[in-house]
């Protein structure tokens, strides 16, 4: 199954090193990853990162795949670097420009769960670079991969929109220039990364194709029991509250702590302890009480309904 992208932050700083605080889930297999990109606000100067570390360990990103290009004496960049496998919980990630004080730069960072251990890419990679408003790199492949790309642009007032079939991650902007990322399911032998700029600029691309793990298992759920609410919540796999008595049977059922996912991000899951399986669902209006059986405990939970209010307690 492809690999899955949870957690997306992002930063922007017009000077300096730079910082994003990220929280990383407790799913197995996972890669940290940064979608970096730089320009100089100083002729000659080099955006290109010289490290990244993760705040906690203080241990240090592989750079993946990096790209740049002069644009009068000033140089644009955009990187990927990863991590594997980095300790759960709230820490942050640091970048330093090669030239920290004469750049503005800017980043995504996030979470991609269900990576194969060995061989984590698929190849090194691609880049491109050009000037146009339409940035495009294509990226060797396969189904159930995912691909992902950063993407540079040098006009910090451009605004870019990305091709059919990736999800965007979001606009960055700096004080000189814009950055975006995306990430699309693999497809064989190769995926296209393609944006659209607002106007004709310089602009440099970098992607690759992350490689699942063999016996990576997903499940669809249909229905998000948030926990972290008082009373809990019962959320459809886009994040509408759905009253108790609409929750339907033979479906998988997540409940929902700190690690989860948003709803927006992704609509399935890593198999783990807190998905069950509905296979029966009753409720009774009289009792406001919602009753879910599965096939290997007779009575899973009993939860009882406020009318109307699609609340648990």
């Not at 251990?117 to 670079?129: H, K, L």
């Not at 899951?269 to 669902?281: K, N, P, S, T």
Request: glycine residues 8%; proline residues 6%.
């Amino acid at each position: 199954m492809t690999p899955i992208l949870v957690n997306p932050a992002s930063a922007t700083f017009n000077a300096g090193v730079g910082t994003v605080n990220v929280t990383i889930p407790t799913f197995a297999d996972r890669m940290q990853i940064l979608a970096y990109s730089g320009r100089a606000n100083v002729m000659g100067a080099n955006p290109a990162c010289s490290g990244v570390v993760l705040i906690s360990t203080g241990l240090p990103f592989t750079l993946y795949q990096t790209i740049s290009r002069n644009v009068g004496g000033f140089a644009l960049t955009a990187e990927i670097w990863y991590y594997m496998n980095p300790a759960p919980g709230a820490d942050s990630v640091q970048w330093t420009p090669t030239n920290p004080m004469s750049c503005t730069s800017g980043a995504w960072c996030f979470t991609v769960c269900g990576v194969d251990q060995v061989t984590i890419w698929r190849d090194p990679g691609a880049n491109n670079t050009g000037n146009d408003a339409a940035p495009t790199v294509i990226i060797n492949s396969d189904i159930n991969d995912l691909v992902i790309d950063s993407l540079g642009a040098w006009d910090p007032t451009t605004r870019s929109a990305p091709g059919p079939g990736q999800t965007e991650l979001g606009d960055y902007v700096t004080l000189g220039s814009e950055g975006n990322s995306s990430y699309e399911n693999g497809a064989n032998p190769t995926v296209t990364m393609s944006w659209t700029l607002t106007v004709a600029i310089d602009w440099v691309i970098c992607g690759g194709s992350i490689v699942p793990k063999s016996d990576f298992r997903m499940r669809s759920f249909k229905y998000i029991i948030d926990i972290r609410q008082n009373p809990p919540t019962i959320l459809d796999e886009k994040g509408a509250t759905v009253h108790p008595s609409e929750v339907e049977s033979d479906c998988w059922i997540f409940l929902r702590d700190n690690d989860a996912p948003t709803s927006i991000q992704t609509d399935t899951f890593i198999d783990d302890d807190r998905m069950f399986y509905a296979e029966e669902v009753t409720y009774e209006e009289d009792s406001d009480k919602l009753t879910i059986r599965n096939n290997r405990q007779q009575l899973l939970d009993v939860i009882i309904a406020r009318k109307g209010s699609g609340a648990i307690v």
